[in-house]
């Protein structure tokens, strides 16, 4: 089960970076300005929940067999984030074209939102990478002695 370390490693640490872009680009997005009115609380709203992705991403990396039931939810969540990014960016692309129209910090946002999902889309890929790697482990140990004896040749120990 080992076999995914270095994967489950790589998860953590573009977890960990994608919350700090996220946060840095909510900071870029939110107002300036020291009122509750204008204060980036409300935009910290949207990027807090993600932290749990790098929490499961950690645990996935500790114990891949003890936490394997966050696979999934790790995955949905990734592909929730995908089909929101795809979502905003149909629903406001007058909106994305203008920002982009007006300055740097419009071509950093839609940059920063577009590189994550692409890198939502590979750590999709390397969820169900993960999700096959247990399912198969779990199908090969549910197996009865007997069964797995008897599918190997007999110059492997099986029986003829």
Same mark, same amino acid.
Request: aromatic letters at 12%; hydrophobic letters at 50%.
């Given at each position: 089960?080992?076999?995914?370390?270095?994967?489950?490693?790589?998860?953590?640490?573009?977890?960990?970076?994608?919350?700090?872009?996220?946060?840095?680009?909510?900071?870029?997005?939110?107002?300036?300005?020291?009122?509750?009115?204008?204060?980036?609380?409300?935009?910290?709203?949207?990027?807090?929940?993600?932290?749990?992705?790098?929490?499961?991403?950690?645990?996935?990396?500790?114990?891949?067999?003890?936490?394997?039931?966050?696979?999934?939810?790790?995955?949905?969540?990734?592909?929730?984030? #995908? #089909?929101?990014?795809?979502?905003?960016?149909?629903?406001?692309?007058?909106?994305?074209?203008?920002?982009?129209?007006?300055?740097?910090?419009?071509? #950093?946002?839609?940059?920063?939102?577009?590189?994550?999902?692409?890198?939502?889309?590979?750590?999709?890929?390397?969820?169900?990478?993960?999700?096959?790697?247990?399912?198969?482990?779990?199908?090969?140990?549910?197996?009865?002695?007997?069964?797995?004896?008897?599918?190997?040749?007999?110059?492997?120990?099986?029986?003829?």
């Amino acid at each position: 089960m080992d076999v995914y370390g270095p994967l489950r490693a790589v998860l953590f640490v573009y977890e960990v970076i994608r919350f700090v872009v996220m946060m840095r680009v909510c900071m870029t997005v939110a107002p300036a300005g020291g009122n509750t009115e204008s204060s980036a609380f409300p935009y910290l709203v949207y990027v807090v929940p993600n932290a749990l992705f790098p929490l499961m991403a950690f645990f996935l990396w500790l114990s891949l067999s003890y936490y394997k039931p966050y696979i999934s939810l790790y995955t949905v969540g990734k592909i929730i984030a #995908v #089909v929101s990014v795809i979502g905003w960016s149909v629903l406001s692309f007058q909106t994305i074209l203008t920002s982009l129209m007006q300055g740097t910090a419009g071509i #950093v946002t839609a940059g920063a939102t577009f590189m994550l999902a692409a890198g939502d889309v590979f750590s999709i890929v390397g969820g169900l990478m993960l999700q096959n790697k247990v399912h198969h482990f779990e199908s090969l140990t549910a197996r009865p002695l007997a069964t797995l004896a008897e599918t190997t040749a007999p110059e492997q120990g099986g029986i003829a």
